[in-house]
């Protein structure tokens, strides 16, 4: 985290947490004081209160919490929470069978949970239909021996409830026959998140966890021990306040999202429209566990996460690509390639001989044909090749990029969004000028292109 001391601009006395005493400093990314002991938030300039993202679980193990005990991985670190009847043979996220057990340390108490919905066998299957629709991928991956370690965690999810405020700025165009409207974009919304989810484990990674999401809320239970025999659940070592940057990340991507929605409605195009600032407070939080069957897979040397959600059975993974695949598949279509190069280059050598044919006699019909042919053929083939090889290559390069695993992004602001409450938008649009309709931009961009290109792409369509 990126901290100033906001000393050196409050003065000593300023510099501490109204809550609780502590010492409070400036995150920059996310714009807003920080107090790290209670995670209480304040604005810099007024320290009024935006809200709260406190620690959780941070007292030592009572009595009550007898039943669980925590095994902790000799390699990497990683800690997991599980009854007494339940044990651990290796470590999921890094292959490691050297894991310590040991009675709970810290207190394990979340506010909510989503119990397991999807079995063992059922995530390997809908993890392997996923699979298959993704392009080269090793065998291991689709390997049962190995899937068969995957295991269920309860992961531990910060549900996030927010107010957000979304500045708008851009252009936009009305058409009214061969004239435009053009207008400057000026808004701002005021919308509510909620139970945004954070991925509060440093093992697992975010991008997997938010490719599996959305969860379903409906299921949410307060916890209870009782979901807990038969299956792990990770112990977060990222509280709320420590991913404050990554809140505001997915926040101001939303903001991004409802700017799309509420903005470009009122018009027939817009140009350059974004988000000009986005400023959330009012933070609330919930600590919930979430069901995710979990494999982590060492390839070549590096490791891969593969993830099924325990609860709807979404798959996805971040997986490597088997290059040998990709090349074998793309050999034949650079063969056929090349082949139609060297045809369309004897094209124009062929046609230049019929006359010296006409013209020569019969001996000196095929020495006068095969000189002018080379004179040519050569000039023409060597030249073409400046044109031919950084196209091919850059072909190459397509087939190697669409070839790789496209892992889900998370759910847009839909899924998330207070239908509750509406949003409510500050229209502050102007009139800028009329002009005469511009032509279509993707018939310019394509006309602007290098006549050796729009040919070359015509021709190699394979």
Known sequence: MDNYNVENEFGTGSAKCPNCAASIFYNEKAGKLVCNMCGSLFDPESLKPLGRIENRDTDAADEKEDNKQEFICDSCGAAVVTDYNTSATFCAFCGSPTLIKRRLSTVFRPDLIIPFKIGQEEAITNYLEWAKKQKNVPKKFTSKAVLSK??????????????????????????????????????????????????GCRSISNTLMEAIEPFDYKDLKEYHDMYLPGFFANRYDLSAIDMIDVIKIRLDNYASEIVKSFSTSDYDEYKAIGVS?????????????????????????????????????????????????????????????????????????????????????????????????????IPVFSLGLIAFIPFIRQKFNNMRFYGSVTIDKAPDIAQYIDLKNSVAMENRDSFAYMSAKADDDESKNIAQRPLSERILSNIFKS
């Not at 957000?164 to 061969?178: L, M, T």
């Not at 063969?335 to 013209?359: H, M």
Request: with cysteine.
């Open 150 to 199: 995957i295991t269920g965690y309860y992961v531990p999810f910060w549900l996030l409830d927010a107010d957000c405020i979304a500045d708008v700025r851009g252009k936009g165009q009305k058409f009214q026959g061969e004239k435009t409207e053009n207008y400057d974009i000026d808004r701002t919304l005021n919308y509510k998140v909620r139970r945004v989810p954070f991925d």
């Open 277 to 377: 600032g986005s400023y959330s407070d009012n933070f609330k939080q919930a600590y919930a566990l979430m069901p995710v069957w979990f494999l982590n897979i060492e390839y070549e040397g590096s490791t891969y996460g593969i993830a099924v959600n325990g609860q709807t059975g979404k798959a996805s993974g971040s997986l490597p690509i088997n290059k040998k695949s990709v090349y074998s598949h793309a050999a034949p279509k650079l063969i056929i390639d090349i082949l139609k190069y060297l045809g369309l280059t004897l094209i124009l050598p062929a046609i230049s001989v019929i006359p010296v044919a006409f013209l020569s006699g019969e001996r000196a019909n095929f020495l006068a044909c095969l000189i002018v042919f080379l004179l040519i053929w």
